[in-house]
């Protein structure tokens, strides 16, 4: 895909009807000699290029040809230390604006994200709400946005590959200054957005199911009273939790398969979603009232059906396509939101990406890794294979014992928050760096499976959300909180950590995933389990290669939907629904049912980040391709404190610009392929 940039997006700009007619030419050179001569021919680059770019977005509501150049004149900063000074009041106002309307939006959904007790009515009103979504109308409409396009380069993502590893911290900070007003959106297209991914976001944190009330033919239940798991987080970790379990184990998983079909071809009985009142076969699909209560609340008066959800997984998918497309039009030069995704998003044109996951599941390590899978299990592999964790140290650990010590040492988010420090000195961090991050981190109780929320301003904390039961926090519970920590310490000193505010973040989603899965991988250990032997070290190699094999077709299925959904924007949800189902199984045809001896599954469209994150799931593999090239630069130097936070303080550069500086290579899957080939040879 041809990589197209900022000035680009300006440029394509000027054909929109909604601009003023282009300025006399004789006009505007007058304008510029006018500048120049009253700053100096040094200034002369600088002038010619910023009155082109502020008039480029520059509208008829924002005033005619004279309201433009006595704008200019006033606001150019022609000298150097007026330049300066412009910056640093520019990026002092941006981080206390963005900071306090993240703290803002955060209040608002504090009662939909959090565990709290049950939701008011209102607070669906108040989660849809972003206090930030006229920002970028209102600086346009004030004219702050036309003062930095006029004083600071637009660049594009071509020079910011070719030029970017010279650039000085001010440079990369002014880019991402202007990047801020590279476009101009409309404030009611932004909060669709956010009233569209607030809406979903809401539906999947309350897609639980009651796995003791899901039965086999005979009626018998095989997962214990009281365990209720959200789709598809949970449900995904209890197959892996089950590898340990023997006979039993096999038909939880295969129970679990089927309640995952059902969910992604949405023959699920709609009742049965979060209810603890009836018991459902997902093999039959048959529902009846519940013959044992799971829940102190009385049983509501209920017909029990085995009428299907209505395709709602896919309404709410479609809904948020629709809002990301509103701002399709004010993108010229990225006009779709996978345009925007990829190459703004990710900094990664499309195909380059995709091509990565292709790379990995194309490759002959697959069916190696395959077949020893299948020795280890003495069996043939069956889909849900796809989350096979008897790689990683301590898979056969039995998982009721981890919840045991899980639910003992932190019996809420509290418990948590206090034991922290310990934690963070356990992965790797000097004392006193850990009481400083702990110090910077709050822990809430999450409704839905846990995340992590960062700030803004330096000045503020970020969050992390864990899911706590009633009986405390489960061994998945802390495997999700210690991934959501790593969030937390990236983004701590990704913002307090570089030198201007304005470069804060890492280059793209799946570099903050990749850090997390460092310290996601360490989980065990923090829970006194033993340290990894040399085998064991290779054993997590094949671990985090068929992690990625698995994750990279949920990527590409992402994406296909999402290009299906352009090339039918006025389609139904049932038509969605066949068109997932049809790229989920196409996909899987391709790459899994070779070694799976299985075909038409439809297990990687099972992702609750499909329906809510708004094509996402591509930077998971991304993120393992990331992490791992990580990993091999920590275990070199074994500092993973020092490392996590060289690495995290760089900000947000491009992707191989901030790994070359991070491991010495850019980004790919190259060494995770490599690696994977010496696992295998050295576990003959």
Same mark, same amino acid.
């Given at each position: 895909m041809k990589i197209i940039g900022i000035a680009a997006i300006l440029a394509a700009s000027c054909a929109l009807p909604t601009l003023r007619a282009a300025a006399p030419a004789v006009a505007q050179a007058s304008l510029e000699a006018e500048l120049t001569a009253k700053y100096g021919p040094s200034q002369a680059q600088r002038v010619k290029r910023g009155l082109a770019q502020a008039a480029r977005l520059w509208r008829a509501e924002d005033g005619d040809q004279a309201a433009f150049e006595a704008f200019a004149r006033e606001q150019f900063a022609g000298d150097p230390k007026a330049l300066d000074a412009l910056f640093g009041r520019l990026e002092m106002v941006i981080e206390s604006l963005e900071g306090h309307m993240l703290e803002i939006g955060r209040d608002f959904r504090w009662h939909a994200e959090l565990d709290l007790g049950p939701m008011l009515p209102v607070d669906d009103i108040l989660a849809g709400y972003d206090p930030g979504a006229h920002f970028q109308a209102d600086a346009f409409a004030n004219k702050l946005a036309f003062v930095v396009l006029l004083n600071f380069p637009v660049t594009t993502l071509d020079q910011r590959l070719k030029e970017g590893a010279s650039w000085s911290n001010r440079q990369w900070a002014e880019a991402r200054l202007v990047d801020r007003?590279?476009? &101009?959106?409309?404030?009611?297209? $932004? #909060?669709?957005m956010a009233e569209a991914s607030g809406a979903a976001e809401r539906y999947i944190a309350g897609y639980n199911i009651w796995m003791h009330h899901v039965v086999d033919a005979q009626g018998r239940r095989v997962?214990?009273?009281?365990? &209720?798991?959200?789709?598809?987080? $949970? #449900?995904?970790?209890?197959?892996?939790?089950?590898?340990?379990?023997?006979?039993?184990?096999?038909?939880?998983?295969?129970?679990?398969?089927?309640?995952?079909?059902?969910?992604?071809?949405q023959t699920i009985p709609a009742v049965v979603v979060d209810n603890p009142n009836v018991d459902w076969d997902p093999f039959a699909n048959t529902v009846k009232p519940a013959a044992v209560k799971d829940s102190d609340k009385p049983a509501p008066a209920l017909k029990v059906s085995a009428d299907p959800e209505p395709d709602t997984r896919y309404a709410v998918l479609l809904r948020t396509f629709q809002a990301a497309r509103k701002a399709d039009p004010y993108c010229p030069a990225a006009p779709t939101h996978i345009a925007r995704s990829f190459e703004e998003g990710r900094q990664l044109p499309e195909a380059r990406a995709i091509g990565m996951l292709q790379e990995v599941c194309a490759s002959p390590q697959v069916a190696q890794v395959a077949r020893l899978i299948e020795k280890r299990l003495g069996r043939k592999l069956e889909p849900f294979d796809i989350w096979y964790n008897g790689f990683r140290a301590g898979a056969g650990l039995d998982e009721a014992k981890l919840d045991a010590i899980t639910r003992k040492r932190f019996p809420t988010a509290e418990a948590y928050k206090k034991e922290m420090p310990t934690l963070l000195r356990g992965l790797g961090f000097t004392p006193e760096k850990a009481a400083y991050l702990a110090g910077n981190i709050e822990v809430d109780p999450a409704r839905g499976s846990g995340h992590a929320m960062g700030a803004a301003r330096r000045a503020d904390h970020p969050h992390l959300r864990t899911r706590v039961g009633k009986d405390g926090m489960d061994y998945k519970g802390f495997n999700i909180a210690i991934h959501e920590n790593g969030h937390n310490v990236e983004q701590t000193f990704s913002l307090n950590g570089v030198e201007h505010p304005l470069m804060a973040g890492v280059p793209a989603t799946s570099f903050t995933e990749a850090l997390a899965f460092v310290f996601q991988a360490r989980d065990l250990e923090l829970l006194g389990q033993p340290a990894p032997t040399a085998q064991d070290k290779a054993l997590g190699v094949l671990n985090d290669f068929w992690g990625t094999f698995e994750i990279a077709g949920v990527g590409m299925v992402d994406t296909a939907v999402w290009h299906w959904m352009y090339d039918h924007p006025q389609a139904t949800p049932a038509q969605l629904r066949e068109a997932t189902l049809a790229i989920s199984r196409d996909v899987?045809?391709?790459?899994?049912?070779?070694?799976?001896?299985?075909?038409?599954?439809?297990?990687?469209?099972?992702?609750?980040h499909m329906v809510s994150s708004f094509l996402y799931l591509p930077d998971y593999p991304i993120g393992h391709m990331i992490a791992f090239q990580i990993q091999r630069q920590v275990d070199k130097t074994g500092d993973l404190g020092g490392e996590f936070e060289r690495m995290a303080r760089q900000g947000r550069l491009t992707p191989d610009l901030w790994m070359m500086r991070a491991t010495g290579s850019p980004v790919g899957p190259g060494a995770l392929l490599e690696a994977t080939a010496r696992a295998l040879e050295s576990l003959k």
């Open positions: 007003f590279s476009s &101009r959106i409309p404030a009611e297209v $932004n #909060l669709a997962f214990p009273a009281g365990k &209720r798991l959200l789709s598809h987080w $949970n #449900l995904r970790d209890e197959i892996k939790s089950q590898y340990a379990q023997g006979a039993e184990g096999l038909q939880r998983q295969r129970q679990i398969q089927k309640v995952m079909e059902r969910i992604v071809t899987w045809n391709r790459y899994y049912a070779p070694v799976f001896g299985q075909k038409d599954c439809v297990l990687l469209g099972v992702y609750s």
